[in-house]
């Protein structure tokens, strides 16, 4: 436009070395009131109680000075570290928002680690229309965000909703509410009334018992030493599964990092395909079954059912029983439960026809949460994409 002007960022923006906000302690809580801030994606690292140095002539822009991330600040701060610029507005020239926004569109090549405002960024020069025009630009886009913010909370709503009818489900599924009743067809003695006179109430043909009396479970790893001693891994030719490759499995674990070698091996047990494993530390009552015969540390349980017992069964109980399996954790910072409490962990037990069924049910009704789940993750996708395309098409000026 005509009326346009082209200024440097530089013009725009003047820069303050954040040093002087620099928290001391990074003991965060949420009882505390001052943010503590970082341009990158998680913005707010925490919140601490120091009154000294804190950020407050408002607003202004921070800057990521390595990757040329932004943030828009309207409140009072603290920063973690002087890894970044805080940008003052030059209010003479633009108003706040529209800079901030006009530098989302900013095609930038970070590539390299280093620091960008003073010698490259901030030399990049840009159109600035009138006062009156910026204005105009920011509640177009505002109002466009705010209609897209209420569609993303729709679906971030729909995402919570399946998470519950997830559990739902469980908790249906395990208290005989999918399934024709038939009598039990394992011989064994039942957990007592009093074991059980808390638990959820089962059809009369169901039996209440132990997890150990359905199965054998034991420690991935048999001798304690520790875990990343070098030894270990010499010469390694076994897969050793940690923790997290069993959250991240969705059925069966098949990737890993790390190989056992012959010693390593020695220290612990050659877990076969098949096997179920359950996490008891970090990830407590994470389920996945071994796709390749592997080793795993003593975080992980093993288990191997007995007959006429379905692993399956076991795994989507397992799934069902995630928040009481945590309850029994200690308050440390490292969450874990022991083996006994897994042992004792009381099942309802049913005959195995009904078993089949009670999977079925299951791994039918979840089918549609993910299906459902997979629609709503891609509307999100493209929520976030819809808002690249918001900027950038206002920026040139089809809005």
Same mark, same amino acid.
């Given at each position: 436009m005509?009326n346009?002007k ?7 923006l ?7 906000y620099?928290?001391?302690s ?8 001052t ?5 990158? %994606?998680?913005f707010? +690292?925490g919140?601490?109680?120091e ?7 408002l ?6 000075d =390595?990757t ?5 600040v ?5 920063v %973690?570290s ?5 940008l003052?507005?030059?209010s003479?020239l633009?108003?706040?928002k529209?800079?901030?926004?006009r530098?989302q569109?900013?095609q930038?090549d ?5 620091r ?10 840009i159109?600035?229309?009138?006062m ?9 886009i505002e ?13 971030k ?8 009818y997830r559990?739902?489900?469980?908790k ?9 009743h038939?009598s039990?067809?394992?011989e ?11 638990l959820p109430t089962?059809? %009369? ?8 009396k359905l199965g ?5 790893k048999s001798k ?8 270990? =891994?010499?010469d390694?030719?076994?897969p050793?599964?940690?923790?997290s490759?069993?959250?991240?499995a969705?059925?069966y674990?098949?990737e890993?990092s ?6 390593g091996?020695?220290?612990?047990k050659?877990w ?17 079954? +071994?796709g390749?015969d ?8 093993g288990?191997?059912?007995y ?15 995630k928040l ?7 308050a440390t910072?490292?969450?874990n439960?022991n ?6 962990l ?8 009904e078993? %089949?069924?009670v ?5 039918t009704r979840m ?5 459902i789940?997979?629609t709503?993750?891609?509307?999100l !996708?493209?929520a ?8 950038? !098409?206002?920026?040139e000026?089809?809005?």
């Amino acid at each position: 436009m005509e009326n346009n002007k082209v200024y440097p960022l530089e013009n725009l923006l003047k820069y303050e070395q954040p040093t002087a906000y620099i928290v001391s302690s990074t003991d965060y809580s949420d009882a505390y009131r001052t943010p503590v801030l970082t341009a990158g %994606k998680s913005f707010i +690292l925490g919140y601490t109680n120091e009154s000294e140095g804190v950020f407050d002539k408002l607003p202004v822009i921070i800057f990521d000075d =390595f990757t040329t991330a932004t943030q828009y600040v309207n409140f009072k701060f603290k920063v %973690k570290s002087s890894a970044m610029k805080i940008l003052h507005i030059n209010s003479e020239l633009v108003t706040p928002k529209y800079i901030f926004y006009r530098m989302q569109t900013i095609q930038f090549d970070h590539s390299t680690h280093k620091r960008y405002w003073i010698q490259q960024y901030s030399k990049i020069k840009i159109s600035v229309p009138p006062m009156h025009e910026q204005e105009r630009i920011v509640a177009r886009i505002e109002k466009l965000f705010s209609e897209l913010d209420k569609a993303v909370e729709t679906l971030k709503t729909t995402k919570q909703q399946l998470a519950v009818y997830r559990q739902a489900v469980l908790k249906e599924a395990f208290e005989g509410s999918f399934t024709v009743h038939r009598s039990c067809d394992l011989e064994l003695e039942w957990s007592s009334a009093e074991e059980t006179k808390n638990l959820p109430t089962i059809p %009369k043909e169901w039996r209440y018992i132990e997890l150990s009396k359905l199965g054998d479970l034991g420690r991935g790893k048999s001798k304690h030493r520790p875990r990343n001693d070098p030894k270990l =891994f010499e010469d390694g030719k076994y897969p050793f599964l940690q923790t997290s490759e069993v959250k991240a499995a969705k059925q069966y674990i098949t990737e890993f990092s790390k190989l056992y070698g012959e010693f390593g091996l020695q220290q612990s047990k050659l877990w076969p395909k098949g096997t179920l494993c359950i996490t008891i530390a970090a990830n407590i009552a994470e389920t996945a079954f +071994l796709g390749i015969d592997a080793c795993f540390p003593d975080s992980v349980v093993g288990f191997t059912p007995y007959e006429n017992i379905s692993p399956e069964y076991i795994k989507h109980f397992i799934e069902s029983q995630k928040l009481r399996l945590w309850a029994f954790a200690p308050a440390t910072a490292q969450k874990n439960i022991n083996l006994d409490t897994l042992e004792n962990l009381i099942v309802p037990y049913c005959s195995a026809e009904e078993q %089949k069924d009670v999977i079925t049910e299951i791994e039918t009704r979840m089918s549609i949460c993910d299906s459902i789940e997979k629609t709503v993750d891609t509307a999100l !996708q493209q929520a976030e994409a819809m808002r690249h395309s918001i900027l950038k !098409q206002t920026f040139e000026e089809r809005l």
